[in-house]
């Protein structure tokens, strides 16, 4: 399992990806830094302050708009990460994208998987950034810690089915964070399934 990131970097050069610039939404990038600590892997989130304009106080990735300045969606999630927790670009080793997500927001999240080494000062921006913590991909993709749920936003809008995780040590990842990481867990699913398959 520790070779997990040559086999997702392998597979992710493969899969077709939606082109994000023909698709509706304000465009958008994440990373999704994962790290190898205590004999397993691990994905980082942050929670979001109360001072942002979008999502305040929410489980997040780092991440953000595409910016001018921004020469790919890559880019602009490095940028974000290095903002927001301080993780230096050159750290992270990008395996690839995912396919995008578009938020009730109106955003079109592209989410960029990234390795980044372990320990790591990390160093939370406060205007942005309330704190950071590491889920085991395991205990993401055990299917008792997931459950559909209906959430209607505003009163008068619509009923949405959105993807909830059980907290974890107090954390609750939901909204468009819970449907990358279900989207990235769908693709570590085949990834996994076609190691068994060549073995077989």
């Keep these: 399992m520790i070779d997990l ?11 077709p990806k939606i082109d994000p610039e ?13 790290y190898w600590h205590d004999d397993e892997w691990h994905a980082l989130f942050t929670r979001r302050t109360d001072h942002v304009e979008e999502h305040r106080g929410q489980v997040s990735f780092p991440g953000g708009m595409i910016e001018a300045e921004d020469l790919n969606h890559e880019q602009a999630a490095l940028r974000e990460a290095n903002e927001e927790i301080g993780i230096h670009p050159q750290d992270v080793d990008i395996l690839g994208r995912l396919k995008p997500t578009r938020t009730i927001t109106h955003f ?9 080494p372990w320990p790591y000062e990390l160093r939370c921006n406060p ?20 459950e559909l ?11 949405y089915e959105v993807h909830f995780f059980k907290a974890y040590q107090g954390e609750v990842i939901w909204g468009a964070t819970g449907r990358i990481v279900v989207q990235f867990l769908k693709v570590l699913r085949e990834v996994l399934e076609n190691e068994k398959r060549s073995e077989g």
């Design 22 to 34: 023909e698709a509706f939404g304000r465009p958008a990038a994440v990373l999704i830094p994962l």
């Design 5 to 15: 990131p040559h086999k997702l970097r392998r597979y992710l050069a493969m899969d």
């Design 127 to 146: 205007n942005e950034v309330a704190s950071t913590f590491g889920v085991p991909l395991q205990w993401l993709a055990d299917p008792a810690n997931l």
């Design 149 to 159: 749920r209906k959430y209607k936003p505003s009163e008068h809008g619509p009923l």
């Design 108 to 116: 079109l999240i592209t989410p960029i998987l990234g390795v980044i």
